[in-house]
C-alpha cells in the first residue's frame, strides 16, 4: 500500500478547527453512566464518543463488558447529545451488531490487531460499509504488522481509516503502562503522511496525572487527534480505573494544550521547529535510558570481577571498543574526535560504577 489521500476524506470532511477529540469512559457500565458521561462531554470539542462494550481483558473473572444491550445506550448518546459513536470490535459478530446499532467510528483493539485472522475477519464483515475504522498499534513494536492490518481493510475496500498509537507492552517495568515508542509512529507518519493518527495517552499512560504531557508530545508530533478515556467517577470505573479523567479534567486538558496553529510563513517555520524538536527530546529520553542501563551491566561486570579479584581496568578491551565505535561513528556520519570524547566519559563512569561496586 502507499500513501493515500483518500485516507483521511473522513477527517478533512469535518474541518475541526482542533485536534479529532474521542472521549468516553473505558467501559459502558450502566445505562446511566454512559448517558451521564455523555451529557458531561455535549457542548465540549469531543467529537465522537467512545464506550468499550465488549472488553478484552488480561486476567479472566474481570468485568468483560456489557455485551450488545451497551450498543443500545449508546443509540441513545447519539439521539440525546448529537455525539457521534464509536466502540471496539473484536470478531464479526461484534461488527455486525456495531452495524445494526448505527455505530459511526469502529476500532480494532491492540490484542486484535496482532492476529491477521481476526483482522481479516472484521474486514470480510465490513466489506461494503463505510464505516470509518481505526486500527490500534499491535500490543507488539511490529510495523508491518500494524500497516498489514491496514492494508487487509483497505484491500476489502474500507477506505475511511486511520490508526490508533496506544504504546507497547514491555517486560521490563517504565514508567508507562505500555511504552510509547514514538519512533515508531513516526516512522509509519513519514511513510504514510496522510493516514489520520490519533494518540491514546490513556492507555500509554495508565495514569491520569501523566495523560497531559504525553497529549502534548503526540501534538508536538503531528498528530491528527487523541483519544482519552472519560468517566464521571474515575476511581470507582470498572475498568481502567487509574487513567480515566473527569469530563471537567478532560475539557482542561484540551483548553492547556498548546495546539499546532494553521500554516502563515512564521507558523510553518515554528511548526517544523517544534515537531523536530519534540523528536530530539524523544531520542535525548532514550540516550539516557540507555545509557542507564549500560551502566547497570557496567554494575553486574563489577560483581563478576570482585568475586574473582579481578582488575577493573581492562586495557586491551577497552582500545579494541574505542577502535570499534570510531569505525561505527564515522557510518554514522560522527567525528572521530566526539566519539572519543564520549567514550572516555561513558568509559570514566563505568569505572566509577564498578569500583562502588567491588569497593562496597
Ligand atoms: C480500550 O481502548 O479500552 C482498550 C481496550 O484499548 P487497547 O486495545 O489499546 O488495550
Ligand atoms: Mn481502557
Known sequence: MENKKELRGWLDAMELPHPLVIAGPCSAETEEQVLKIAHDLKDTDVNYYRAGIWKPRTRPGNFEGVGALGLKWLQKVKKETGLKTATEVANRNHVELALEHDIDLL?????????????????????????????????????????????????????????????????????????????????????????????????????????????QTALDLNFDGLMIETHFDPDNAWSDAAQQVTPKALVQIMKDLKVRKETDPEAEYSNQLNNLRAQIDVLDNQLIDLLGRRMKVSDGIGQLKKQKNVAVLQTKRWNEILGKMVLEGEDKGLSEEFILKMFKAIHQESINHQEKVINK
Open 107 to 215: 476500532w480494532i483493539g491492540a490484542r486484535s490487531t496482532v492476529s491477521p485472522f481476526i483482522v481479516q475477519d472484521i474486514a470480510d464483515a465490513l466489506r461494503g460499509t463505510d464505516k470509518i475504522v481505526l486500527v490500534k498499534n499491535p500490543v507488539n513494536p511490529d510495523l508491518p504488522l500494524w500497516l498489514g492490518a491496514i492494508e487487509r481493510l483497505y484491500a476489502s475496500n474500507i477506505k475511511n481509516l486511520g490508526v490508533i498509537h496506544r504504546g507497547f507492552s514491555t517486560y521490563e517495568k517504565t514508567k508507562y503502562r505500555n511504552n510509547p515508542e514514538w519512533q515508531l509512529a513516526i516512522e509509519l507518519q513519514t511513510k504514510f503522511p496522510d493516514l489520520p493518527l490519533i494518540n491514546d495517552p490513556s492507555h500509554i499512560t495508565g495514569k491520569r496525572d501523566m495523560i497531559f504531557d504525553v497529549s
